[in-house]
């Protein structure tokens, strides 16, 4: 009840048109660039949308996307360099996971993101250097783990309001 009521409220002004209730994985890169032929106006998922590839370097083909009903999982993607493609999302009605991605450097195409309705996990991204991208979270409702980032000097770009 209360996931369709935020999602039609929405925390963006666009029209909400929800999809894939049951979620999605993207495994490839032709599955992420095919996303927006495949599931034409889809901006709100209902379910988990889990981006796990070897293959994946760009996630711009998910760039309609302003919410996630489900967990937000990005893992083992290790040609992504960046998450430009997420700009659009404001809310994460799960947990939100970036794991184990051997290239990823930046998360600021996050800067959309106000709300996660979980945890907040990042770990062993050994190529992110800093958080920049998250200045726009004003709620995270669970744990916020940041572990095993070695290239991370500092967490400048995560508010520690209380």
């Keep these: 009840m209360l996931l369709a009521c ?3 409220t929405g925390l963006n002004a666009q029209a909400i048109q929800p999809c ?16 927006t032929t495949n599931f034409p106006g889809c901006n709100a998922i209902l379910g988990d949308l889990t981006i796990l590839g070897d293959d994946i370097q760009s996630l711009d083909g998910l760039s309609p996307i302003n919410s996630v009903g489900g ?4 893992t083992a993607s290790n040609q992504l360099q960046r ?16 794991a184990s991605n051997a290239s990823l450097q930046t998360l600021e195409a996050l800067d959309s993101l106000k709300y996660i309705g979980g945890n907040l996990t ?3 991204n050994p190529g992110l250097e800093s ?6 979270l004003d709620f995270a409702a669970g ?11 500092n967490l400048t770009g995560l508010r520690l309001d209380s």
């Design 6 to 8: 935020c999602l039609q």
């Design 20 to 35: 894939l209730p049951d979620g999605i994985i993207f495994g490839t890169q032709g599955s992420i660039d095919s996303f």
């Design 71 to 74: 967990d937000l999982v990005i």
């Design 83 to 98: 998450l430009f493609g997420l700009d659009a999302l404001d809310s994460i009605y799960g947990d939100f996971a970036i």
């Design 122 to 124: 990042i770990l062993e």
């Design 131 to 136: 958080l920049e991208g998250l200045d726009s």
């Design 143 to 153: 744990n916020v783990e940041i572990l095993f980032n070695e290239g991370l000097k």
